[in-house]
């Protein structure tokens, strides 16, 4: 199953579609099977690949995806992260904005060379090289990074950042052109690492989320200047109804677009015609709440729309009952 999913990524036909994924989905039974605790594995190497490599160990769903939070390059870039210890199985969250201002961005204080020796950045590249050693040979390992403008989002105040967007839009725009660089090199680190792809998870910059007009003006640049900069395979996750604004995700130019339950796939495949089409199942009613025949029906459902590979609409939930994703796989 791994050398047709290296196949598909590579734009060769195979004979149906894969299931697996290239966002989170470590799990709570998979931690508890490495006796492990969900806040301490983003900070040690071994314990991160050892978590990362469980959900299919248990099920046998062939990926794994590291880093499991979205946090690293903005804690990298000086935000404040809450682990979160007192939760069980909560993901990370930003405590406080690295800076206040978009112009406070610049080629000196976003210095890759600098910024890549801060944080947890070695510290992933480390984990993919353990996971690769454990599990490499089976499953396909994606590395996932956010999106320029998600980034943003995550290092700057939210309320000056939103203003800036309508007052002094090119100093978003070089912002963003400078975080794209430090993705670049984040990426190729993890590549070299052992990462099979990369995973460009967009959240905060769907047009879904904000306006086609604003992704159409400030992501979409940075995404395909990203993009252009990456050894391919490389997939683009957006979340939301993304249906209006599947042509401009085309622009893009990534081999694969991950999209979640709510974007209507048959919209997608047609607008999507050279591009590999990655979803859709709801991740909260279907993989969370729902049971193995019901994952079943959204795999069957999901294929006779024409997906090239069934995929969680977005990150699991650590909760997600691994017979759901071991039933995900088998459908």
Not at 34 to 50: G, N, P, Y
Not at 306 to 321: K, M, S, Y
Request: charged share 25%; with cysteine.
């Amino acid at each position: 199953m791994r050398q047709k999913i290296l196949d598909l990524l590579s734009g060769k036909k195979v004979d149906s579609a894969p299931a697996f994924s290239g966002l989170i989905h470590v799990t709570a039974e998979g931690l508890q099977s490495e006796d492990l605790k969900f806040s301490d594995v983003h900070k040690d190497a071994r314990k991160m690949a050892k978590a990362a490599a469980s959900a299919f160990k248990l099920s046998g769903l062939p990926s794994a995806t590291l880093p499991l939070d979205m946090y690293v390059e903005a804690e990298a870039l000086g935000a404040e992260i809450n682990f979160r210890e007192d939760m069980e199985f909560e993901f990370p969250l930003v405590r406080k904005a690295a800076f206040k201002s978009v112009k406070e961005i610049t080629a000196e204080t976003l210095e890759p060379a600098k910024i890549m020796k801060q944080g947890r950045i070695k510290l992933v590249c480390d984990a993919i090289r353990l996971l690769k050693e454990d599990v490499g040979d089976e499953v396909v390992i994606s590395g996932v990074i956010p999106g320029p403008y998600t980034l943003l989002l995550l290092i700057v105040e939210a309320g000056k950042m939103f203003l800036e967007m309508k007052k002094e839009p090119a100093a978003v725009t070089e912002a963003l052109n400078h975080l794209v660089l430090l993705l670049a090199q984040v990426a190729v680190d993890y590549r070299d690492a052992g990462a099979d792809f990369i995973t460009i998870h967009d959240m905060g910059g769907s047009p879904a989320f904000i306006g086609p007009a604003k992704y159409e003006q400030f992501v979409l640049p940075a995404e395909s200047l990203l993009i252009e900069m990456l050894p391919k395979p490389r997939v683009l996750s957006v979340c939301g109804n993304v249906t209006s604004s599947l042509s401009l995700l085309a622009q893009a130019d990534a081999d694969a677009i991950s999209i979640d339950q709510t974007v209507d796939l048959a919209a997608a495949r047609s607008a999507l015609k050279n591009t590999l089409l990655f979803g859709n199942l709801d991740p909260v009613a279907t993989l969370y709440r729902g049971d193995e025949a019901g994952v079943a029906e959204s795999v069957l459902g999901a294929k006779r729309a024409g997906v090239d590979a069934v995929w969680p609409g977005c990150d699991l939930l650590v909760q997600t009952p691994i017979q759901n994703i071991a039933a995900m796989k088998k459908a």
